[in-house]
């Protein structure tokens, strides 16, 4: 069942989803080689905290932090840990997601941990560009979910790249996740369509290979299965009836 918010609605959602941007901000100011993920999590954690929200990950599911923080091959879900330090020429995916007032705000990042390859830059940028190239092309009570998925796997793959198919976008608002999956994939002309009032969050996870992916032993982390990194690049979006807002930016 699809849930349409009201304005005032989306004005919680606006929210918890700037306290979400604002995180993920804080996390790129502290992403650096030699910095641990596990202190990530809790620098995270602290914010949202002290932002009167609370981290809408953190035991979802049983997931055991409040951030998902992903490097190179690991596509999303990966687990923070003292362990894994970040290390100079990675590539670094952070996933976040907050309540505010009952409302819930997601978004994700992939930034560079030092001096990356270009290669791996341009994956990045891809990955944010897929994103923008979707969410620009919606007009409400036009666009149909196919449509928008379409636009992002062409724009994906033109660079010879893989758009990820188990894992998709998402309605959200009193929960994270909501009806409708929104797939970074899909036929022109189908599905259904996107109307005013609907908040979906819009993830484009690219891989510089192979579209196929595994599950790791964790439970958790799931990885390219031909280990070539992956970017992930998500906000909350509101669509209204005079365009689009995009409340986690
Ligand atoms: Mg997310
Ligand atoms: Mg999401």
């Known amino acids: 069942m699809i849930l349409i918010k009201t304005d005032s609605q989306i004005a919680y ?3 918890a989803n700037i306290i979400v941007r604002d995180t993920l901000n804080l996390l790129c100011e502290h992403t650096k080689p030699g910095v641990s993920t596990y202190d990530l999590n809790k620098l995270a954690h602290e914010y949202i905290v002290s932002q009167n929200a609370v981290p809408s990950f953190l035991n979802y599911n049983g997931f055991p932090a409040s951030i998902c923080v992903s490097v190179d091959a690991e596509v ?5 840990s003292k362990k894994k330090i970040l290390q100079e020429g990675q590539i670094v995916s952070y996933d976040c997601g907050a309540i505010f007032n009952g409302w819930h705000g997601d978004a994700a ?9 270009p290669e791996c830059q341009q994956l990045i940028d891809v990955t944010e560009q897929c994103f923008f190239k979707g969410v620009n092309s919606i007009k409400a009570g036009e666009t ?7 636009v992002i796997q062409n724009y994906a793959e033109s660079f010879g790249y893989g758009v990820v198919r188990e894992l998709v976008g998402h309605g959200i608002g009193r929960e994270m996740h909501e009806d409708p999956d929104v797939p970074n ?26 579209e196929a992916v595994d599950w790791s032993s964790d439970g958790w982390t799931v990885k390219t299965r031909d280990r070539k990194p992956a ?19």
């Not at 560079?112 to 390859?117: E, F, K, L």
């Not at 994939?185 to 109307?195: D, E, I, N, T």
């Open 13 to 15: 959602m606006r929210k």
């Open 231 to 249: 970017a992930h690049y998500e906000n909350t979006i509101a669509i209204l009836d005079n365009g689009i807002e995009i409340l986690s930016l």
């Open 109 to 117: 990042r992939t930034f560079a941990v030092g001096i990356i390859s």
């Open 76 to 80: 999303v879900h990966g687990i923070p």
């Open 144 to 150: 149909r979910l196919g449509d928008l998925g379409s």
């Open 185 to 210: 994939f899909g036929r022109a002309g189908h599905g259904m369509r996107l109307s005013s009032g609907m908040t979906i969050a819009v993830e484009p996870m690219i891989t510089m290979g192979t």
